[in-house]
């Protein structure tokens, strides 16, 4: 995992508004059981304006993280603080 990681974060410097990136990096912070930076993440897919060459990828990727309801899945404590 630590490979990907480092990918995306490679990725991240020259397409950091497309967020397909970021819900891909979502999942795998997900499968590393890392809830507190998976829900950053998706955070960050529901906020991010669209790359305009992306713009079809970015509905469906907003789509895609509204459907699975992600935020209200990774309910998660931080510092005594539940988010949701």
Known sequence: Y???EMYFKEAQKYIGNYSGLYLN????????NNK????E???????????????????????????????NKLKVRVRSKEIS
């Open 36 to 39: 507190t930076k998976a829900l």
């Open 41 to 71: 993440i998706f955070r960050k897919v529901l906020t991010l304006e669209p790359n305009e060459l992306f713009l079809k990828a970015h509905a469906e990727d907003l789509s895609t993280a509204k459907k699975q309801n992600f935020i």
């Open 25 to 32: 990096w979502a999942y795998l912070y997900l499968k590393m």
């Open 2 to 4: 630590a490979k990907s």
